[in-house]
């Protein structure tokens, strides 16, 4: 493929750290297809400090929120790209962009098919437009040798002995909390389990059951994920950033889906993804934020919360949390 661009800005201002993991293949993608270009990445805090030692990426900027547009403006004037890829629409800014005259592809959410993962649908599109190769490859977070070696000591002071099993009870949002992790935590007796602290605080339930995580920032985090891969552990938790983020530093995953469809949000393999009631109506894999119940947890389905988080019982998690060491 020719190297046609020299300055590649990619905004992803669409909020959540997953969604940035899910940009990430097609941000390398990018890389290896202008290799000589300086590739900008405009994103939120904290999410853009996963991306400060990846050698793909040239310069990372942070967009304050509630301003992104100004942002994107802003690193337009700052300097002329000569490619924009957005994931991000809204409040104008696909306009904002196109209206640069620059090439731009603003539109990588178009006829998304229900079935086809977002990360590999951005990698798609930008190959459909000739500018990267259609082949894919996960989400990989970079990490100096450092912070592995931080995240060694880490997970080795909480978990001596054992590949540990990490829960990730934080759900970001209440669709997305799985109601059955007292219930998993008691069955995996026996077995090191640590615990990603939720909003700071070590869950009731996990008391005296399971170590948490040495606090960190959040490259920190992944470091420590990192280093749980390494000791053939599994980290578990809902389709949030965090699980994410552990997956794209090489952990292996057991991902909890509800509210979002795995055929649509799902991990790429080793992962494996539970999906609980796979047959709800009110889904909609490619519209969830327009799902009755997203943003406030009211599913049709339950008077006692979201029926799909429900039905993913312990005993599956607990299988696949075996079958995946
Ligand atoms: S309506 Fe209920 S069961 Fe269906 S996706 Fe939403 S929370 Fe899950």
Redesign the pocket.
């Known amino acids: 493929m020719p190297d046609r661009f020299r300055d590649v800005l990619v905004v992803d201002l669409l909020g959540g750290l997953g969604d940035l993991c899910m940009v990430l293949p097609a941000v390398h993608a990018l890389h290896r297809g202008h290799p000589g270009a300086a590739l900008r990445v405009l994103t939120h805090a904290p999410g853009a400090d996963l991306l400060r030692s990846d050698p793909a990426v040239t310069e990372v900027r942070c967009a304050e929120r509630h301003h992104e547009r100004a942002a994107v403006v802003a690193e337009l004037d700052r300097r002329r790209p000569d490619l924009v890829v957005s994931t991000t629409r809204y409040d104008g800014i696909a306009e904002e962009i196109a209206a640069r005259g620059m090439r731009a592809v603003t539109d990588l959410w178009r006829r998304p098919p229900a079935d086809e993962p977002v990360a590999r649908r951005y990698v798609a599109i930008l190959a459909a437009e000739g500018l990267v190769d259609p082949g894919y490859r996960p989400p990989a977070i970079h990490l100096t040798d450092a912070e592995h070696a931080a995240g060694d000591r880490a997970v080795a002071a909480v978990a001596p002995a054992g590949p540990p099993v990490v829960l990730v009870p934080g759900a970001g949002m209440a ?1 997305k909390r799985w109601p059955h992790w007292p219930r998993l935590v008691a069955a995996l007796a026996g077995r090191p389990v640590l615990v990603v602290p939720d909003g700071g605080t070590v869950p009731g339930w996990a008391a005296g059951r399971a170590r948490p995580l040495p606090d960190a920032d959040l490259r920190g985090l992944a470091a420590q994920f990192a280093a749980v891969g390494r000791r053939g552990g599994v980290v578990v938790g809902p389709d949030t950033g965090p699980v994410r983020v552990a997956a794209a530093v090489g952990a292996r995953t057991v991902g909890l889906f ?3 469809l795995a055929a649509r949000y799902g991990l790429d393999a080793p992962a494996v993804d539970l999906q ?2 796979p047959g ?4 909609r894999p490619t519209a969830i934020t327009e ?4 943003w406030e ?6 008077a006692t ?5 429900a ?1 993913i019982g312990p005993g599956a998690v607990h299988d696949a949390l075996l079958a995946t060491r």
Request: glycine residues 12%; hydrophobic residues 30%.
């Open positions: 669709v509800g509210p979002t609980g009631l709800c109506t009110h889904r799902q009755v119940c997203w947890a009211r599913c049709p389905l339950s919360g979201p029926a799909c988080m039905d």
